[in-house]
């Protein structure tokens, strides 16, 4: 995956065009809480729930944002960790699958600029509470990418990286373990602020894509 091409959850919401159409989400997920961001223009792809706790994410094509507020205090040993999953399928232009950790704003930590572009980004996300910064981790990419690098479309709010190429096994669980803090700093040159406030899923395909995440969860780093 180019970096040209690798599109965050926040910049793909708002890039899009904001308006009445969105992903497809079945109650189950907005019984746990989960809400779907919408979307002009493009076709919706479906998230729904599937056993226990795990996501589906499917569509002949086109674009989906789901997201989920949270209130997990940040500290140095605190780990995200979720596993996730393509199937197999036709070949596709894969253009994101993002998993996407929002923390809240810092007047003190943010520059002018990104305090403009999150009132910018508030102002047209009807109603979500865009996070002030993001780490943005994503299947698929190439490994002449830096490690963090700014999510096209949107420099100032989100960093993006890849976990996975785009030749990772297909139809195989991958487990991910990140340790927020570290990543952060490793991020953005300084330090966190104090909670992360929501977590957010996005999905960008040109043909068919069939995937799945699974066991997101916060929790104690396994080697702190």
Known sequence: MR????????????????G??????????LAQGWRVQPIDGRAPLAFAAEGDGAIRISGAGG?????????????????????????????TDLAGLVLQVGFEADGERMTLGQRYALGF???????????GFALSYRWGGEAGEPAWHPTPLLLLLEQSRWRQAEVA????????????????????GI??????TEVAIGAQ?????????????????PDR
């Open 20 to 29: 009445p159409a969105g992903a497809a989400l079945d109650p189950g997920l």
């Open 63 to 91: 674009v989906g944002i789901v997201f989920r507020p949270v209130r997990v205090p940040v500290s140095p040993v605190l780990c995200l960790s979720w596993r996730w999953r393509l199937e197999p399928g036709p070949e």
């Open 3 to 18: 970096a040209a091409r690798a599109l965050g959850v926040v910049a793909l919401g708002l890039t899009a065009g904001v």
């Open 205 to 221: 395909a040109a043909a068919a894509i069939e995937a799945r995440i699974d066991g997101i969860a916060f929790g104690r780093c």
């Open 121 to 131: 980004a508030r102002m047209m996300s009807r109603g979500r509470m865009v996070p």
């Open 191 to 196: 330090a966190p602020t104090a909670y992360v």
């Open 169 to 188: 096994p297909r139809g195989e669980w991958i487990t991910e373990t990140v340790a927020l803090a570290a990543e952060f700093r490793a991020a953005y």
